[in-house]
């Protein structure tokens, strides 16, 4: 079953994804003793590396995280500068119940309060090849929107505060030395030492060979990361002066395994007055925008908008901006593609010879991936398995 069969089921059935059952302790303990001595690397401060430090610091273990950019929050980018509500350059979606929230911030005394709303599959719709196509049929019948906050936003606020002093900017790994007990951490310029890492770099980085491992990685764990598929990817936003486009409007791409490309309100539920359409797409989908410059993508953006919506959108243009994720230096890339064998997912997450620990939307232990939700439920697992 692939991920996205496995997420249309749950949403063909009316039933959310199922919670994790934790068996961390919560922040109530004011004190706790901590169930594994010695210090823990984190590799990345993106969500998967972000909710790790955070359920370590719930757990009293010591802990240092080490980001390669100058921000964290990895593909949970977004933008304040755009539009007058905050823009997700990457993560936009919960593709969950909004239950995940109190999963992860695993602390019953802090009340949470994050805005969302589903899609009404009585009122919005959208349009395929000129026909007018339901919510489920674009496979939205799960999803819900963030109100006039992101995925960044949640852990900017919930998270982020617990682990900020620990985290290490602009410090890019490029070795790891686990023949010892205690591991060897490398960067460019400082070198680090610790009895686990937790390795939560984006698949691709590890693919391209940023990071060197001494000794090599196992033969089947290098095979699994090396084969498995991170989708091209990238994302858009057009404001214009009118509304002229339903809430989705779909492409076919052949295989469907190829790739996916949506435009679609990304105003939609927030508090503005402003006409904005959000660009997702992934795959082969990705290329005719990723290849272009900046002025030659608004205009074969408007160009196939024109051809859709009778020249409204060139009539209507105001301004745009673009995310390429496939240049992004700490990424270089989208994200494990959808139709990913299930089978080969747990092995990415395997455990190297005790010491390395890797956990993010590609390293998952069940039929779901390439999501934040994904991310931090690998990073709750993966604490899970280092204090035992």
């Known amino acids: 079953m692939t991920r996205k069969e496995f997420l249309r089921m ?3 059935l009316g039933i959310g994804l199922p919670l994790q059952a934790s068996t961390l302790s919560s922040c109530e ?17 993106g969500a998967a590396g972000l909710a790790a430090g955070y359920l370590l610091q719930q757990e009293g273990i010591e802990f240092e995280i080490l980001e390669a950019s100058a921000n964290y929050g990895g593909r949970m980018k977004r933008t304040t500068d755009f539009a007058d509500f905050p823009i997700p350059l990457g993560a936009e979606w919960l593709h969950v119940g909004t239950g995940v929230f109190d999963e992860i911030v695993n602390d019953e ?27 489920a049929d674009v496979g939205f019948t799960i999803d819900r929107k963030f ?14 505060p617990s682990v900020q002093d620990k985290i290490s900017f602009n410090t890019v790994v490029t070795a790891i030395d686990y023949t010892s007990d205690q591991i060897a951490v490398q960067a460019a310029s400082q070198a680090f030492s610790a009895d686990r890492v937790i390795i939560t770099a984006p698949l691709k980085i590890l693919q391209n060979g940023v990071i060197t491992f001494t000794p090599e990685l196992p033969s089947d764990k290098k095979e699994v990361i090396n084969n498995a598929t991170v989708w091209d990817g990238c994302k858009a936003f057009i404001e214009f002066s009118e509304k002229f486009y339903p809430a989705f409007t779909a492409f076919e791409i052949t295989p469907e395994t190829a790739g996916q490309k949506l435009y679609y309100d990304a105003s939609y539920g927030q508090n503005t007055s402003q006409n904005i359409m959000g660009l997702f797409a992934v795959g082969v989908a990705a290329d005719p ?73 590609a390293y998952a232990f069940e039929s779901d991936w390439g999501s934040v939700h994904a991310a931090a439920r690998a990073a709750k697992r993966a604490v899970q398995e280092l204090v035992g």
């Open 147 to 160: 109100i006039n906050s992101t995925w960044f936003d949640f852990f900017e606020q919930y998270i982020v």
């Open 109 to 135: 005394s802090v009340n949470i309060n994050v805005a969302t709303t589903p899609y009404d599959p009585n009122v919005d719709y959208g349009l395929f090849e000129g026909q007018q196509i339901s919510v």
């Open 10 to 12: 749950c949403g063909l």
């Open 29 to 45: 303990k004011e004190n706790p003793t901590p169930a594994f001595e010695g210090k823990v690397l984190i590799i990345g401060a």
């Open 289 to 361: 925008y990723v290849q272009r410059t900046d002025q030659e993508l608004i205009e074969y953006m408007l160009s196939e908008l024109d051809a859709i919506y009778d020249n409204q959108a060139s009539a209507n243009y105001i301004k745009h901006t673009f995310q390429n994720w496939n240049t992004e230096p700490h990424i270089q890339g989208a994200y494990l593609f959808d139709y990913e064998d299930w089978r080969r997912v747990p092995k990415l997450a395997e455990t190297v010879d005790n010491q390395l620990l890797f956990a993010g939307e």
